[in-house]
Nanobody
């Protein structure tokens, strides 16, 4: 199971940190992804982190978002800075099928519930 939290309403230029708590699978051996889906748009892979702590970001968030993981807490974080209105979406975390990850062709074993992020003044 995966449970995302930390969403909310934030002004443009602000920051939020999302958390994804995992259970029921060998967390240390799995890559973890963050996806988002804005109203009327397709789901987009935002970031992922491998079991070896390598990270990947979409071009739309690179330099503004930072993904990290705490294996002792079975939790992955997404620190989002310099938020823009176009970042408004439901953010969902997911576990990959293996240790590596790619945003281009993600292989997902399980999905969590999403958390809504709204960037508006």
């Amino acid at each position: 199971q995966l449970q995302a939290c930390g969403g909310g309403l934030v002004q443009p230029g602000g920051s939020l940190r999302l958390s994804c708590a995992a259970s029921g699978f060998p967390f240390d051996d799995r890559a973890i992804y963050w996806f988002r889906q804005a109203p009327g748009k397709e789901r987009e892979g935002v970031s992922c982190i491998t079991s070896g702590l390598n990270t990947h970001y979409s071009s739309s968030v690179k330099g503004r978002f930072t993904i990290s993981r705490d294996n002792a807490k079975n939790t992955v974080y997404l620190q989002m800075n310099s938020l823009k209105p176009e970042d408004t979406a439901v953010y969902t975390c997911a576990a990959g099928r293996g240790r590596l990850c790619t945003l281009g062709d993600p292989s997902i074993a399980s999905w969590g519930q999403g958390t809504l992020v709204t960037v508006s003044s």
